[in-house]
């Protein structure tokens, strides 16, 4: 440590969730050389439609900033913002001086720039996640159809209850998306850009710019077709609300939670040895011990929806907290949530997606343990026969219960002992006779309800969002370790 320090030099420490999970799409659009040049094209909209619109701007001047626009040195700009302590001050400087003009930024404040452009990169990665969100549901509508008639034991609070498909369980998780996909597109559908407003919201330096309101409004339309929004708030201060983040947070939270809960129970699977997620040549489940094959894509999920919960958490602490007409108390935390809560939840997408796409399912275990369980899956109807037959349906629930927990323990004890199905045969109390018993334990196939036709109804309308988003729903994952 003493070594590094004696150097003068401090080593950056790269962003986790940058460099190992999210894709180099999510990356790109957050990229600090892009958000830069995202700022100057703004600057020179803005430029464009001040001079259309009478303010005196010689062509050329709009020229020589269009042509070094790309011209990026992150380098020259972090020394102009240690020297003037200010970043957007940074970079006009640096713009400037490249261009050889002091024309950008008239009547603008800091905000107008800033906000506007990481509106522009939230929307983008909005939808980046949503195309992720289509690739999911196509992964689980595949597997849904794949293992429509897969009957297994269903599980609540972890424990055998009645029998189910394992398409069932999948068209579950596929619904959940379809939610989380709405919630998206509503989002994006409805979501205002903050416009040019200026440092406490009334558009005062424009008006005096331009001299007109049609043409600060005129303005303000040119800005937000530049950045691709069609809906533009009327009124805020110097920033725009803070709740806008936490709908923006919470939506992706909600969005992804789906596939994390479906890599949830394949964890919980894998561990009962139902389904692996997958094991690639050369992949190695432990440094110690050599026959382990961890469902650690799935763990990696869950992690990642912990970091989410922290951003969200983060994100609701900004709302209702602005002083009067802004403040910059919420700037190092946005610095953090964007774009972190995006690298965050594409890392969980893609790996949720490759899991998905590897997962292989042992379709013996599920049948052997449907097989042993078939007694006790069958314990409702074995209830509604006794009630049919004459029998108060709390005086056969009992009854039921005494039978179901004796025959349960003693298996688990492996002591063994007659089945659920002998003792209540046995039991002059239950109107049920053997025949009857077994009459009520058909084929496995009979007791998973209207499973296939919930599936069915799943398929067709995650089929529409497929169908609109063909080109994301066929996207293969990027698994960056």
């Known amino acids: 440590m003493s070594d590094i320090t004696a150097q003068g030099q401090l080593e950056a420490i790269p962003n986790v969730l940058s460099a190992r999970y999210a894709s180099t799409d999510m990356n790109a659009i957050w990229s600090p050389s892009r958000r830069i040049v995202c700022e100057r094209k703004l600057w020179i909209a803005v430029l464009r439609a001040q001079a259309a619109l009478g303010v005196k701007i010689a062509p050329e001047v709009i020229t020589d900033y269009e042509s070094v626009v790309r011209v990026v040195n992150l380098t020259s700009i972090a020394r102009r913002e240690a020297r003037c ?38 929307r983008e ?73 200026g440092p406490v919201g009334t558009r005062l330096d424009q008006l005096d710019l331009l001299g007109d309101p049609a043409k600060v409004d005129r303005l303000e339309q040119i800005v937000a077709h530049h950045l691709g929004f069609s809906r533009v708030l009327d009124s805020v201060g110097q920033v725009y609300p803070r709740t806008l983040d936490l709908d923006v947070v919470s939506a992706i939270v909600q969005a992804v939670s789906a596939p994390a809960d479906v ?50 958490m983060m994100t609701t602490s900004l709302a209702g907290r602005q002083w009067n007409e802004g403040d910059v108390s919420c700037s190092a935390a946005r610095r953090v949530i964007f774009p972190d809560v995006f690298l965050a939840a594409d890392g969980l997408l893609q790996t949720a997606i490759s899991v998905f796409n590897e997962m292989k399912v042992f379709e013996g275990r599920l049948t052997a343990e449907v097989q042993n369980d078939l007694p006790f899956l069958a314990s409702t109807r074995m209830l509604a026969g006794a009630v049919a ?28 002992g007659a089945t659920l199905t002998d003792r209540v045969a046995d039991d002059p109390r239950i109107p049920l006779d053997r025949e009857a018993l077994l009459d009520l334990m058909p084929e496995a196939a009979h007791f998973v309800g209207s499973a296939a036709d919930q599936i069915a109804r799943v398929v067709v309308r995650a089929q529409a969002f497929i169908n609109e988003h063909r080109e994301a729903a066929s996207t293969s994952p990027q698994m960056r370790v």
């Not at 490249?98 to 024309?103: L, P, S, Y």
């Not at 489940?285 to 869950?302: L, T, W």
């Not at 037959?389 to 063994?416: C, D, V």
């Open 125 to 197: 990665s909005l939808e980046l996640v949503r195309d992720r969100m289509v690739a999911v549901l196509a992964c689980l509508v595949k597997a849904a159809q794949t293992h429509a008639e897969l009957v297994m034991v269903a599980r609540t609070h972890n424990v055998a209850a009645q029998a189910t498909t394992l398409g069932k369980r999948f068209a579950n998780g596929a619904e959940e998306t379809i939610l989380g996909i709405e919630r998206l597109e509503d989002l994006l559908n409805r979501y205002p850009l903050r416009g040019l407003k």
């Open 85 to 122: 302590r200010h970043d957007v001050k940074a970079r006009i400087e640096e713009f400037c001086a490249i261009a050889g003009h002091e024309q950008i930024h008239r009547g603008m404040t800091s905000r107008d720039l800033t906000e506007n452009v990481e509106q522009l990169l939230i």
């Open 263 to 312: 890599c949830t129970t394949l964890r919980l699977m894998a561990g009962h040895e139902f389904v692996t997620e997958g094991f690639v040549e050369g992949q190695v489940g432990s440094s110690a011990m050599p026959h382990k094959m961890n469902a650690r894509s799935c763990e990696r999920v869950s992690s990642l929806r912990t970091v989410l919960d922290g951003y969200l």
């Open 389 to 416: 037959a004459g029998l108060g349906r709390e005086e056969a629930y009992e009854l039921l219960k005494e039978h179901a927990l004796s025959a349960a323990l003693n298996r688990r004890s492996g002591i063994g």
